[in-house]
C-alpha cells in the first residue's frame, strides 16, 4: 500500500463547476501539506500550503486537512479550461525535508 | 512566491557523453535542494537530496556515481548524467526549500533529457 493515495483520474467537469480532489495518507507524522499543478512537460506550481488541521482559502483554491482521518482535500471553484493539469498532494513530517507525493490526479475542464 | 530555474530546459546527446543540469533559486537562498526524475504520466520520484556543503543523500536505487550532485553555493546545486545512456532519458525537476516559507519547496521547469 502506497503512504499517499490519490485517485489517478481523468476527472472530467464542464467549465464553471467546482472540481473536488482528495488524498488519503498512513503516515501520522505528516504535518505539512502541499498541493502542487503540474501541466504537461512542465514543472510543479505550488498552489496550496498548509501546516496541521483546518481549511486555507486563496482565491477560487481551497484547501482543508483531516488529520483524524488521514485526509486532504482540494477544491477549485469557477474550474476554467486553463485548470486542466494534473494536481499533485504533497506532505512530510516537521522532522524531515523530503516530500512524499500522491501519484497525481489528471483534471480535465471542458469550455 | 519563490523562484527556481533550470538549465537547459532540453538537451540531446549521444550515449557515452555526460550532461550537467544546473538548478538555481533566483530570489532566495536554498540550503536545501532536492532532485527528481519524471516518466510520462506518473508521479515525480526522488532521486537524491542536495544540502549546501555536504555530499548529497542518494535514495535506494539511485547510482550516486552515475548521477552525480554538486550543492556548492546557496542558490546552485547541479546534476551531471555520467556516460549517458538511451535509459536515462527523461524529465529531470530540481525544488528548493525556502527556509522562509516553513516546508514548502518550489520547483523548477524542469530538464528534458534524450539520449540517443
Known amino acids: 500500500q502506497k503512504e499517499v493515495e490519490q485517485d489517478p483520474g481523468p476527472l472530467s467537469v464542464p467549465e464553471g463547476a467546482i472540481v473536488s480532489l482528495n488524498c488519503t495518507y498512513s503516515n501520522s507524522a505528516f504535518q505539512y501539506f502541499m498541493w502542487y499543478r503540474q501541466y504537461s512537460r512542465k514543472g510543479p506550481e505550488l498552489l496550496m500550503y498548509t501546516y496541521s488541521s483546518g481549511n486555507k482559502e486563496d482565491g477560487r483554491f481551497t484547501a482543508q486537512v483531516d488529520k483524524s482521518s488521514k485526509y486532504i482535500s482540494l477544491f477549485i471553484r469557477d474550474s476554467q479550461p486553463s485548470d486542466s493539469a494534473t494536481y499533485l498532494c504533497?506532505?512530510?513530517?516537521?522532522?524531515?525535508?523530503?516530500?512524499?507525493f500522491g501519484g497525481g490526479t489528471r483534471v480535465l475542464v471542458k469550455p | 512566491g519563490a523562484v527556481v530555474s533550470q538549465h537547459p530546459s532540453w538537451v540531446i546527446c549521444k550515449s557515452g557523453t555526460s550532461v550537467k543540469i544546473e538548478c538555481r533559486s533566483l530570489?532566495?537562498?536554498?540550503?536545501?535542494m532536492f532532485w527528481y526524475r519524471q516518466f510520462p504520466k506518473q508521479s515525480l520520484m526522488l532521486m537524491a537530496t542536495s544540502n549546501e556543503g555536504s555530499k548529497a543523500t542518494y535514495e535506494q536505487g539511485v547510482e550516486k556515481d552515475k548521477f552525480l550532485i554538486n550543492h556548492a553555493s546557496l542558490t546552485l546545486s547541479t546534476l551531471t548524467v555520467t556516460s549517458a545512456h538511451p535509459e536515462d532519458s527523461s524529465f529531470y525537476i530540481c525544488s528548493a526549500r525556502d527556509p522562509a516559507g516553513g516546508e514548502t519547496q518550489y520547483f523548477g521547469p524542469g530538464t528534458r533529457l534524450l539520449v540517443l
Open positions: 504533497a506532505m512530510n513530517s516537521a522532522a524531515g525535508n523530503k516530500l512524499t
Open positions: 530570489d532566495f537562498q536554498a540550503t536545501t
